[in-house]
């Protein structure tokens, strides 16, 4: 079965930097992208960018373009999503998610459990 | 705001029937598919339909989707109060060059 393993939860202050992965199994990785999505409390979904774990290529929401990095490591199956400078606005649910062989690429069957990221002084 | 617009809230009785809108533009839901996506409190969102119309394995009959020009439906017939939750529609949007969502749909099984 595939599955989306994601990393827990984190506390940070402002200005720290974080990384939180999602690792896949029961599929190959370097089949589908990677998608991350953005849950704010209390409000909708936010799709951030994805990536093609094949060759790390990314693209971007115009939204978060400049803020986050995505990135893969496909040699151990994990896609990435980084900060360097958190914001007390970015805490937040964040799910990595991915697709099926039958559906778009942009049509999430699979999705990681989700890592809450907390950002606080 | 969202760039697909959906309904805030509906509510139905249990065993009854409910649809969900969800409007967009020309650069999203008038030129690709359309998923809805289920979001139970405090868990992942699940997917519903994908491809307009399409369910994925496991997918109830129950539920159902529809696509006409700029528009979207979710249908759900013969609620139950487990389909309390909220519900989201997805596409790609061409100008933005990002996969947008619906500000998503509080359904509540009276």
């Known amino acids: 079965d595939v599955q989306l393993v994601q990393s827990g939860a984190e506390v940070k202050k402002p200005g720290e930097s974080l990384r939180i992965s999602c690792k896949g199994s029961g599929y190959s990785f370097t089949t589908y992208w990677i998608s991350w999505v953005r849950q704010m409390p209390g409000k909708g979904l936010e799709w951030m960018g994805r990536i093609d774990p094949t060759d790390s290529y990314s693209n971007y929401s115009p939204s978060f373009q400049g803020h986050v990095t995505i990135s893969a490591d496909k040699s151990i199956s994990t896609a990435y999503l980084q900060w360097s400078s958190l914001k007390a606005s970015d805490t937040a649910m964040y799910y990595c998610?991915?697709?099926?062989?039958?559906?778009?690429?942009?049509?999430?069957?699979?999705w990681g459990q989700g890592t809450l990221v907390t950002v606080s002084s | 705001q969202s760039v697909l617009t959906q309904p805030p809230s509906v509510s139905a009785a249990p065993g009854q029937k409910v649809t969900i809108s969800c409007a967009g533009s020309?650069?999203?839901?008038?030129?690709?598919?359309v998923s809805w996506y289920q979001q139970l409190p405090g868990t992942a969102p699940k997917l519903l339909i994908y491809?307009?119309?399409k369910r994925p394995s496991g997918i109830p009959d129950r539920f159902s989707g529809s696509k006409s020009g700029t528009s979207a439906t979710l249908g759900i017939t013969g609620l139950q109060t487990g389909d309390e939750a909220d519900y989201y529609c997805g596409t790609w949007d061409s100008s933005l060059s990002a996969v947008v969502f619906g500000g998503g749909t509080k359904l509540t099984v009276l």
């Open positions: 491809d307009n119309n």
């Open positions: 998610a991915t697709y099926a062989p039958s559906s778009t690429w942009y049509s999430f069957d699979y």
């Open positions: 020309s650069s999203n839901i008038g030129n690709t598919y």
